[in-house]
């Protein structure tokens, strides 16, 4: 079954602090990862993308990391700003479909405070 | 920033009640997706289109209904709204697969309560 999981569930960190999320996946075959911020009450926004071949990719302080070997993936948030607090989501895609299927995560909910 | 756009944003409605979630989308994509989210839970998908005239369901049983007259246009109805439609209604639309995969562009959602 394709699931993906995310980890912790919630998590409080003081701002200026730096923090990890993980995401382990079981979907087959893979095509790629993708990590979206949502904010309360809005749709999620893509922050980026890793496909089979790519270790780590960068967005600003925003680095996530794929062992596609493991089937993991980490997103590691540098320096966190009051902003960042929203909820994170592990997205995977699937190679063998037309619909180009989607399988999210639970999402981690990720709070700074001042 | 995503063209797609989603109306109402907040919706509170008496039960019985039959009422239409808005979607459109600017960006020429041929799939659109309709995605139930509850408070703390992840995306599940109740439809999706492939394009005109395409409607399926998706893996989360849904009393709503969809339809796909236009390209841009992807409307969720509900006739009889019933307090368990109470949740987050996101819908998308994507880009073809390529090399790089899928990706999904958001709206902004609907917030859904029915009493």
């Known amino acids: 079954k394709n699931q993906v999981e995310q980890s912790p569930q919630s998590l409080i960190i003081l701002e200026g602090k730096n923090c990890t999320l993980q995401?382990?996946?079981?979907?087959?075959?893979?095509?790629?990862l993708r990590w979206y911020k949502q904010d309360t009450g809005r749709g999620p926004v893509s922050l980026t993308i890793?496909?089979?071949?790519?270790n780590t990719k960068s967005n600003g302080r925003y680095t996530a990391t794929l062992d596609a070997d493991t089937k993991q993936s980490s997103l590691h948030i540098t320096a966190s700003q009051l902003s960042d607090s929203a909820s994170y989501i592990c997205?995977?895609?699937?190679?063998?479909?037309?619909?180009?299927?989607?399988?999210f995560g639970r999402g981690t909910q990720l709070t700074v405070w001042p | 920033e995503a063209d797609i756009y989603q109306t109402p944003r907040y919706l509170v409605i008496g039960t019985g009640k039959k009422i239409t979630l808005e979607c459109s989308q600017t960006?020429?994509?041929?799939?659109m997706y309709w995605y139930q989210q509850d408070p703390g839970m992840e995306l599940h998908l109740i439809h999706y289109?492939?394009?005109?005239?395409?409607?399926e369901k998706g893996d989360l049983s849904s009393e709503s209904t969809v339809s796909r007259i236009r390209t841009e246009h992807f409307p969720l109805t509900l006739e009889s709204a019933r307090p368990s439609h109470t949740s987050q209604y996101l819908c998308?639309?994507?880009?073809?697969?390529?090399?790089?995969?899928?990706?999904?562009?958001f709206g902004q959602g609907t917030r859904l309560t029915v009493v």
């Open positions: 890793m496909t089979f071949s790519e």
């Open positions: 998308a639309s994507s880009e073809p697969a390529g090399a790089g995969g899928t990706e999904a562009f």
């Open positions: 995401c382990n996946y079981t979907v087959s075959p893979f095509s790629n």
């Open positions: 289109s492939y394009g005109v005239n395409s409607t």
């Open positions: 997205v995977v895609s699937d190679r063998g479909s037309t619909l180009g299927r989607l399988y």
């Open positions: 960006m020429g994509h041929d799939k």
